[in-house]
């Protein structure tokens, strides 16, 4: 009967992640794919790395950037990671 308790929590750990797994796959189905804007992605190539902020009436724009690359050891293989983000934040009294 030691054997069944022993894998008492492996079990368990698989039954969570199994959740976790089948929840995301579902989750995949429903999400429809998303569309690529050229213009967007030129836009995020344009921005200059670091954060900005700009106000105007009614209207603020921010932009972020950060590019790192990351390499395994002196001579490893390398992982480029790009960054950047837009954002606009709009108000208009009615």
């Given at each position: 009967m030691p054997l069944p308790v022993?894998?008492?929590p492996l079990a368990s750990l698989a039954l969570r992640y199994?959740?976790?797994a089948l929840a995301g796959?579902?989750?995949a189905r429903q999400v429809d794919p998303g569309r690529r804007c050229q213009h967007a992605e030129d836009a995020h190539d344009r921005l200059d790395e670091g954060v900005?902020?700009?106000?105007?009436a009614g209207q603020a724009?921010?932009?972020?950037?950060a590019r790192r690359v990351l390499r395994m050891g002196a001579a490893g293989?390398?992982?480029e990671i790009d960054a950047s983000?837009?954002?606009r934040l709009r108000i208009k009294r009615l």
């Open positions: 022993a894998l008492a199994g959740a976790v796959y579902a989750l900005t902020l700009r106000r105007e724009n921010l932009t972020a950037r293989p390398g992982l983000a837009l954002g």
